[in-house]
C-alpha cells in the first residue's frame, strides 16, 4: 500500500512537473532587445512576448542605406522557437524624418511561433538564414522588398489569417513554402528567386498574385489549391514551372505574357487547353 501511494506520488509530481516545463513564462521585449542593442545573439524558447517587438534599438547602429535610407545593423544571432509575440514585430522605423530598414547580419529565425499582431520586416536585409517556418501570423505580414542571401529560406507549413506581402523581395538561394496556407489574399508581385521556389501544397483562400515573379531554377507548385484564379501575368521562369494536379483554369489569363525556359507541367484536369499555353508561351520566349 505504501509503495503504491508513493508511485501515485512520485507520478503526480513528475506530472506537474512536465505540465510546468510546457508552460510559457510571460517576458518584455527589452529583456532580449538590450541584448540586440549589444550586438550579441539572442536566444528564446517557449516565451510570451507582452509587448511590441522593434529591432530598431539604437541610433549608434545607423548607417547610410541610400540618398533617403538609413540602415540599422542588427549584428547577432536573432532566434525564437515555439514564441508567443502579443504585439507588433517589426524592424522599420524613422529617425529624423528619415526612413530607416534593418540589416540582420546574421540569421533570423522564428520557427513556430505564433505573431498576434502585425509583422512589418519591409526593406529588411538578411545576411544569413530566415526562418519562419510552421509561423502563425493572425493579423498582417509585409515582408516588402526584403533580401535574403542565404542559400535557403524557409517559409513552409505557414498560416495566415490575415494579409500578405512580398512585394519584390528577393531570396538570392531557394524559397521553400510548401504547405503553406494563406486566408486572406497574398502577393508575391516581382518576387525574384534565384533558386528554387517550391511551394507544392500551397493553400490559398482569396486572391493569389504573382505577376512578375522571376524564378532562376525550377517552380514546384504541384497539387496548391487556389480558391481564385491566380495570375502570373510577365513571370520568368528560367526553368521547369510545375503545377501537376492543380485545378488551374483559364490559362491565356493566368499565365498572360510568361516566359518558361523549362518545360510547363500543368494538371489533367486542364490539358485540353495545355498545348495552347504552351505555344503562347513559345511565342514570347526572350531572344
Known amino acids: 500500500m505504501k509503495l503504491r501511494t508513493f508511485l501515485l506520488v512520485s507520478l503526480g509530481f513528475l506530472f506537474s512537473s ?102 512589418v520586416f519591409d526593406n529588411a536585409v538578411v545576411m544569413g538564414t530566415a526562418d519562419f517556418q510552421q509561423a502563425k501570423f493572425r493579423k498582417n505580414a509585409s515582408f516588402n522588398n526584403m533580401m535574403i542571401w ?6 513552409s507549413e505557414i498560416e495566415a489569417e490575415g494579409t500578405v506581402n512580398f512585394i519584390y523581395a528577393t531570396f538570392n538561394g531557394n524559397l521553400y513554402m510548401r504547405d503553406a496556407v494563406f486566408q486572406k489574399p497574398v502577393s508575391f508581385q516581382g518576387v525574384t528567386v534565384q533558386g528554387q521556389f517550391a511551394a507544392s501544397g500551397m493553400n490559398c483562400l482569396q486572391s493569389a498574385e504573382f505577376d512578375m515573379i522571376t524564378v532562376g531554377q525550377r517552380a514546384i507548385f504541384n497539387y496548391s489549391t487556389f480558391a481564385k484564379q491566380p495570375t502570373f501575368i510577365q513571370a520568368r521562369f528560367h526553368d521547369d514551372a510545375e503545377f501537376v494536379g492543380d485545378t488551374l483554369q483559364n490559362l491565356n489569363e493566368v499565365f498572360e505574357n510568361t516566359y518558361v525556359a523549362g518545360k510547363l507541367l500543368i494538371g489533367e484536369s486542364v490539358a485540353p487547353a495545355r ?6 508561351l513559345l511565342q514570347n520566349k526572350e531572344n
Not at 532587445?33 to 550579441?40: E, Q, S
Not at 542565404?150 to 517559409?155: G, H, T
Open 150 to 155: 542565404a542559400k535557403d529560406s524557409y517559409f
Open 18 to 119: 512536465c505540465t510546468q516545463a510546457q508552460e510559457k513564462k510571460e517576458i518584455h521585449a527589452s529583456d532580449f532587445l538590450k541584448d540586440v542593442k549589444k550586438g550579441k545573439a539572442v536566444s528564446v524558447a517557449n516565451k510570451i512576448i507582452l509587448d511590441d517587438v522593434n529591432f530598431f534599438v539604437s541610433e549608434k547602429n545607423l548607417q547610410l542605406a541610400g540618398s533617403n535610407r538609413l540602415e540599422n545593423v542588427v549584428d547577432g544571432n536573432i532566434f525564437f522557437v515555439n514564441c508567443i509575440f502579443m504585439g507588433n514585430v517589426s524592424a522599420v522605423g524613422e529617425y529624423k524624418s528619415v526612413g530607416v530598414q534593418t540589416k540582420f547580419n546574421n540569421n533570423l529565425i522564428f520557427q513556430n511561433c505564433d505573431f498576434r499582431g502585425d509583422v
Open 275 to 280: 498545348l495552347k499555353v504552351e505555344q503562347n
